[in-house]
Structures are given as C-alpha cells and as structure tokens.
C-alpha cells in the first residue's frame, strides 16, 4: 500500500499506476541532446503534461520559462540536488529560470520566523545552486513575502493571486492540504501566481512554463492548470509540467528534514558522508555471505546503488556493470558501500569549494536583488 500526496509518501510506489491515477503522459523519446541529462536518460523523469510545447520552444529557439520553488526548511541534501539539476540543465538549454522561495508558505505551515527562513534559502539552497552551476544572471529570483522592488511588477504578481481566489473553490483546497486553514489557503492561491505570473505582460507575457515536480506535488500543478483557465481576466499558455521518481532516504523510505541520518547533506564533510552510509543506507543485499553469493543482492531497494543511479556515477556503462555484478552476488554490499562513499566524498569535496565562490557570488547578487 502506497500514499503519495502533497503532505506524505510512504510505501512503495508503482509509477505506472500514478501515471494512470493523476491522468499523466509517459515521457516517450526525446530530442537527442536531453541525453545530457541523465535523469531523463535513465527515465528518472518519467512522465509529464503538455511537455511537447516545450519541446517546440527548444528546437525553435524560442523563448521559454521553468518556473519552480524551493521550501527554506533544513539542509539541502541529494533529493533537493534532482531538481536543481533540472533547473541548470533547463537553463543552458535557453530557458529563462523562475526561482521563488516559498517563505510565506513556511510561515503558514512550518516556521514563523521569516529570518531564519531568509538565511536558510541563501545559505543552504541558493548558495547550492549557485555551486552546482546556476547563473544568476538569467534567474529571476525572488521571495514570496517580497517580489520585487519594481512596484508594477510586485503588484501585478500580489493582484493576480488574489483575484485567482474567486476562481477557486474550498473543496479543492480540502483535496490539497486536508485540514484548511486561512494561511494555507493564501499559500495555496501564491502559489498558483508563482506558476502563473512569468505569463503577465509585466513580466514576460504569454510564454511556455515548464514546472518541475515529485508527483506529489501534482495537486499543486492541477489546481493552477484548471485556475489558469477558469480565470478570463488574462490568457494564460496552460502550464506544463514534468515528474520525477524520488530518491529514497538513507534508510530506505522518504527522506525527512528533521532525521539528518535520512539524508546527506551538501554540506556534511567526507567523513560525515561516508559514516552515514556504512551505518545507515538500507541494504538490497542478504542476510549472510554465504547467501548474498548464492542469490545476489537487490539494487532496486539498495539506497547505495540508488544514490548512484540517481547521479552519483555518470558513466552508464559502469552503473551497469555494478548493477549486474550485485544481482549476481558478485559485488557485496559493504563494497558497493564503499564505492558509492568514495564517490559522495569526492564529489563534496569538490563542491564545497565551489561553495565557497558562490558564497561570495550570491552576496554580490544579494546586494542588488
């Protein structure tokens, strides 16, 4: 039994049944060059809506948006890294990146202290993404308490949310998020305006919007599809969307801000990383040696081997090779273990000195934010 919802993910989850459940469209060939990436070319991107109009921009060489939000709560660990790689490969493809953080969602719903979220979204997650490759040049970065010192465009963007609440109804919020409250109402109809508002002429009028998401997060993306067309003020371009498969948690289920030992932070050291995967990475492999040679391991459950489908080894000829050599019986667990700690270790290393300049990147563009 499986739970997927924008509140909670539990079980194991059948991907072809969620395509079918949130009437979503498998991700069939691509153009040759989104082989770049190897989350859609190992079809952890697996589904979608409306994503051919984005496939047209692209081929066209036409202007187009990804629009996407991050939630300034605890680290930024390897499951936030899926999205953050969508948004630098979306960008050097030409598109011209959205990035909101949702601090007043957070106040609604997490945490009433708007500083400590400020310095959370620069310090674990924009200074991140920066490091990973993000040019702030062609971002358009924002918080939801305060979108923009331009009033024309502030107020286009607070109006619209607004006055996409008359287009909405208190079921649909009840589907969403359970129990309502006003906070979490006012967040919900924000956050149809942070997908829908690259679309106004004060920003960069009827433009295609690709959105990024978990399919967890799908009930977000319906609720401002069905507000972007009910609403007859404006015409909005419906919003596309793509979804990707989650990366399991150290222990094997969903990671969670509050158990450091459910992820591996960014900024964990080397020796961090590798401590937390000996101990606490679920393992596909058997009881015993004896038995582990006999039957072999399972990969599909193994976070280590997970950790480096997900991104960790780039060289598919190699994943493959470890692949088959666990299912074998070939490869134990402690030594793939090994092999993925090695690879976490050498990649921190190297990211927490690209750290360091895009600290000294992001304050620069603080200062004229």
């Known amino acids: 039994m499986s739970t997927v919802t924008p509140w909670e993910v539990k079980g194991n989850l059948n991907y072809g049944k969620l395509i079918k459940k949130f009437g979503l469209k498998p991700l069939k060939k691509l153009p040759k060059i989104f082989d770049d990436n190897l989350l859609f070319r190992r079809y952890l991107i697996f589904a979608h809506r409306d994503f051919d109009r984005i496939l047209k921009s692209i081929k066209e060489k036409k202007p187009f948006v990804m629009m996407t939000g991050l939630m300034p709560s605890g680290k930024?660990?390897?499951?936030?890294?899926?999205?953050?790689?969508?948004?630098?490969?979306?960008?050097?493809?030409?598109?011209?990146?959205?990035?909101?953080?949702?601090d007043v969602e957070a106040y609604n719903s997490r945490n009433p202290n708007l500083e400590e979220l400020r310095k959370t979204a620069i310090e674990e997650y924009l200074t991140n993404y920066v490091a990973l490759g993000l040019d702030l040049k062609k971002c358009d970065f924002y918080f939801q308490s305060s979108r923009s010192k331009d009033g024309k465009k502030s107020n286009a963007y607070y109006s619209l949310a607004n006055m996409l609440s008359r287009h909405a109804t208190y079921n649909e919020f009840k589907a969403i998020y359970g129990e309502i409250s006003?906070?979490?109402?006012?967040?919900?109809?924000?956050?149809?305006?942070?997908?829908?508002?690259?679309?106004?002429?004060?920003?960069?009028?009827i433009i295609p919007v690709v959105i990024p998401v978990g399919s967890d997060q799908d009930p977000h993306i319906r609720l401002a599809r069905d507000l972007s067309q009910r609403i007859k003020l404006f015409k909005f371009m419906q919003l596309s969307s793509t979804y990707h498969k989650f990366l399991p948690g150290l222990k094997g289920d969903k990671m969670s801000s509050s158990d450091a030992t459910s992820f591996i932070a960014l900024t964990d050291s080397p020796k961090e990383a590798t401590r937390k995967i000996m101990?606490?990475?679920?393992?596909?492999?058997?009881?015993?040696?004896?038995?582990?040679?006999?039957?072999?391991?399972?990969?599909?459950?193994?976070?280590?081997?997970?950790?480096?489908?997900?991104?960790?080894?780039?060289?598919?000829?190699?994943?493959?090779?470890?692949?088959?050599?666990?299912?074998?019986?070939?490869?134990?667990?402690?030594?793939?273990?090994?092999?993925?700690?090695?690879?976490?270790?050498?990649?921190?290393?190297?990211?927490?000195?690209?750290?360091?300049?895009?600290?000294?990147?992001?304050?620069?563009?603080?200062?004229n934010l």
């Open 76 to 102: 930024f660990h390897f499951g936030h890294k899926m999205v953050a790689d969508q948004i630098i490969f979306y960008q050097k493809l030409g598109a011209k990146i959205y990035l909101t953080v949702a």
């Open 182 to 205: 006003p906070g979490k109402m006012a967040s919900s109809l924000l956050q149809a305006a942070d997908m829908l508002h690259p679309q106004l002429k004060e920003f960069e009028g």
């Open 279 to 367: 101990k606490y990475a679920f393992s596909g492999g058997q009881a015993t040696l004896e038995e582990h040679r006999k039957k072999g391991g399972n990969p599909d459950v193994d976070v280590a081997f997970q950790m480096l489908l997900y991104g960790l080894e780039e060289d598919d000829k190699q994943l493959k090779n470890i692949f088959n050599d666990y299912k074998s019986g070939k490869l134990l667990s402690g030594e793939l273990k090994k092999y993925t700690a090695e690879k976490i270790s050498k990649f921190l290393e190297e990211h927490q000195k690209k750290r360091i300049k895009a600290k000294k990147e992001v304050e620069k563009f603080l200062k």
